[in-house]
Structures are given as C-alpha cells and as structure tokens.
C-alpha cells in the first residue's frame, strides 16, 4: 500500500464530492469525475503531496491506488 493513499481518497473524495472513495475506485466510475474534475485533483495533488505528474502518466492512471503509486513514485 503507498503511503500517499489516505491523502489521494481524502482529495478525490474532495473533488468529487463522493463518501465512498476507495483504493480500487476506478476513476471514470465515479459521480461527478469529468476532465474538469481531473484537472482539479491533478492541481491538489501537485500542490499537497508536493509532486509534479506527468500529464500522460496522470491521465493513463486507472484506480485511486495506482494514482497513490504513481504519486509515492514521484516523491522519490
């Protein structure tokens, strides 16, 4: 499990104004995720976790747990 995963459920919980976040929350499954929405966690995510994402690597993401690996990835 990365150590960046309690902090991305709590932004994508934020962002999409949904209770039931989860490590395996698939992206375009959830209410309210639209490109708008995308950028928006991608602008919390850089700016709280203290990472810069590849724009492609960000959107090729899947679940909420591969955004945690890929930010956990980037802090190193």
Do not use: H, K
Not at 6 to 19: E, K, M, S
């Amino acid at each position: 499990m990365s150590d960046a995963l309690p902090d991305v459920i709590a932004l994508v919980a934020q962002v999409t104004r949904g209770p039931e976040v989860t490590a395996a929350s698939r992206f375009g499954s959830l209410g309210n995720w639209s490109s708008l929405a995308a950028l928006r966690l991608l602008a919390l995510v850089e700016q709280r976790c203290g990472v810069s994402l590849d724009l492609r690597r960000y959107l090729a993401v899947e679940t909420v747990g591969e955004l945690a690996e890929l930010i956990t990835a980037g802090r190193r």
